[in-house]
């Protein structure tokens, strides 16, 4: 008789509209510019960025549940979506002041500001589309 517990993962899908620019402070504009392209526009530039949370752990036999997605929606909101959405990633969300706000460095933001608020069983993986075609995942690995 097999009593390892089943596994699965559950996924929560979100959005946010974010501005940021993409520089190194201690850089010139040319040098900026030379690595960034167009992102490194000092006037900003935006991006509708899609976000894909999911958790990977035991199914509850009781609840079926992996975890309630109700309250994951509300965790994403509170968390992620209050502190991104229709802002200047730069200059009001205090994780980017002093870094690069690329869409690897946002994703380990998300992560970590999720982490907490998770059962230590449950693994998090955050999967982040910058563009359609563009995206990074981060599973909190150093």
């Known amino acids: 008789m097999n009593t390892k517990p089943l596994r699965a993962s559950v996924s929560r899908h979100a959005h946010f509209n974010a501005a940021h620019r993409l520089y190194v402070k201690t850089w010139t504009d040319a040098q900026n510019e030379a690595q960034f392209g167009p992102c490194s526009n000092p006037?900003?530039?935006?991006?509708?960025?899609?976000?894909?949370?999911?958790?990977?752990?035991?199914?509850?036999?009781?609840?079926?549940?992996?975890?309630?997605?109700?309250?994951?929606?509300?965790?994403?909101?509170?968390?992620?979506?209050?502190?991104?959405?229709?802002?200047?990633l730069n200059e009001e969300v205090p994780e980017f002041f002093d870094r690069v706000p690329?869409?690897?460095?946002?994703?380990?933001?998300?992560?970590k500001w999720l982490r907490p608020h998770l059962p230590v069983h449950l693994d998090?993986?955050?999967?982040?589309?910058?563009?359609?075609?563009?995206?990074v995942e981060y599973d909190g690995a150093q």
Do not use: C, M, Q
């Not at 509300?74 to 209050?82: D, G, M, P, T, W």
């Not at 690329?102 to 992560?111: N, Q, R």
């Not at 998090?124 to 995206?135: A, G, S």
């Open 43 to 88: 006037r900003y530039h935006g991006h509708n960025y899609e976000l894909i949370v999911k958790l990977t752990g035991p199914i509850d036999p009781v609840t079926g549940y992996v975890y309630d997605l109700g309250t994951l929606s509300s965790l994403i909101k509170r968390e992620v979506e209050a502190r991104l959405d229709h802002r200047n």
């Open 102 to 111: 690329s869409a690897e460095f946002i994703a380990v933001a998300i992560w």
């Open 124 to 135: 998090l993986h955050i999967t982040l589309y910058e563009t359609p075609r563009n995206f």
